[in-house]
C-alpha cells in the first residue's frame, strides 16, 4: 500500500466490521479525528459490538444484503435494517472510536446481515467474480472513493456556518455597512457596498442581518442571538482617515464586493468573519443520558416546518446536547370534551411522536437540527426527547 491518502478500501468477504476497523482506518487516517473514549464507554461497546441486537428489532422487511450505492447514508442503510435507526452501532458491530465518523462503509460494499442465535449483526463483504477463492482481510489502493456520509450532507452544507447563535448580541459592535452607490436600498451580488469598522487583513466575510434574541418557548428567557444570515463579501479596498481643507478628519470607509446574497444586502447589515468549513461526518446517534426540550424557533423566520428544514433547540451543549445527536418529536395531546359523559369532562390525548430530528450545530444553550422526517407540520413550542 502507497502513502497517498486517496485510497479505496477493500475487504474479504464477510469479514466483521469491528475486525477490520484498524486495516481501514489506515487508509482513511486523513480523515479520522481523535475522540476521547473513556474505559467504560469502550467496555460498553466491545460488549455491544458483540451482542448485536435482537431479530425483534429488524425492520418488517429487512433484506439479507444491501450493497452501497453512491448516494446511500448510514440513515438510509440503518433504516433499511432496523425499525430504529438509531441504534445502527448496535448493528454494524463498531467500536466507539469509530461511532462517529463511518469512515468504513464504501460505495460497492455489501452488507450482509447475520441472523444467529437469536440476534442480528451486520457484515461487510465484497462480491465474488471469477473463482471462489477465500480472501484474508488486506486493503490495497485504488482510485479513491469516498465514504458514505452520515445523513444528506447536501441538506446540511448551507447551515453550517450560516446558522448562528451568540450568546451576547456581539454583532451590535462589529462591522457594518453604512452606504450603497447611488444610495441604493439593496444591493446583491457582484456589487459594492462600504463599510465601517476593523477589517484587519481578514479578506472573506459573512454578512448578517442585526441579531435577534431567541427565547425559552415556555420560560420566555433568552437563550442567545440569532443572526440572520445574508450574504458573503470580500474585503477589497481599505478605508481611510484624512485630513479636510479645514483640518477636520474626513472618514472614507472600506469597500467590500458582495459575492453571494440569500437575502438582499442593506446598510445596517453586521459582517463577521469567514470561519473554516467544517463538514466533520458525525454519525447519528442516540443521546447517552435523556434529554428533552422544545423547538425555539424555526430557521428562515417560518410559523411552520416540515421535513429537511432546519430548527433551533432550547438545548445546546451544556444540557448534553452534542453533534449528532437524533432526537424525536412530540406533539402534545389535544385538551377535548368527553362528548359521551353527560357533564362533557374535559380529556387530554396523549402525546403522539411524530418526527425524527439530526443535531448538526451545537452552541451553548441553544442547538441546530435538521428534520428527518415529519408526520405533521413542526411549531414553535413541539417537543423532543431521546428516541
Known sequence: MTNNSSHAVRV???????????????????????????????STAQQVAQAGVPLSELAPNAPDSHTVKRGDTLW?????????????????GMNLDQIRNPHLIYPGQILVLDKTGGRARLRVAQPVTGDTTKLSPRVRSESYVSPIASVPIHLLAPFINEAIVLNTDELASAPRIVATPEERVVVSRSDVAYVRGELGATREWRIFRQAKPVTDPT????????????????????????????????????????????????????????????????APRAPSQPIAGQIASIYGEGLQAGQHQ????????????????????????????????SVRTQIKLPDERHGMLFVFRVFDRVSYALILNAQVPIQIGDRFTQP
Not at 76 to 92: A, M, V, Y
Not at 258 to 277: F, H
Open 219 to 282: 420560560t420566555l428567557e433568552t437563550l442567545g442571538f440569532e443572526a440572520a444570515f445574508v450574504g458573503t463579501a470580500d474585503y477589497t479596498r481599505a478605508g481611510e482617515i484624512r485630513a479636510r481643507p479645514d483640518g477636520k478628519p474626513e472618514i472614507v470607509p472600506a469597500t467590500v464586493t458582495i459575492t453571494s446574497s440569500k437575502l438582499e444586502v442593506g446598510v445596517g447589515d453586521r459582517l463577521a468573519p469567514v470561519p473554516p468549513r467544517d463538514f466533520t461526518n458525525y
Open 76 to 92: 438510509d442503510i440503518s433504516k433499511i435494517f432496523l425499525k430504529s435507526p438509531w441504534r445502527w452501532p448496535e448493528l454494524w
Open 310 to 341: 432546519v430548527v433551533a433547540l432550547n438545548r445546546g451543549a451544556r444540557d448534553g446536547l452534542e453533534r449528532g445527536h437524533v432526537l424525536a418529536l412530540w406533539r402534545d395531546g389535544q385538551l377535548r370534551f368527553d362528548t359521551t359523559d
Open 12 to 42: 474479504s468477504r464477510t469479514a466483521p466490521l469491528g475486525a477490520v476497523a484498524a486495516a481501514l482506518l489506515v487508509s482513511t487516517s486523513a480523515f479520522a479525528v481523535d475522540y476521547p473514549v473513556t474505559p467504560q464507554q469502550r
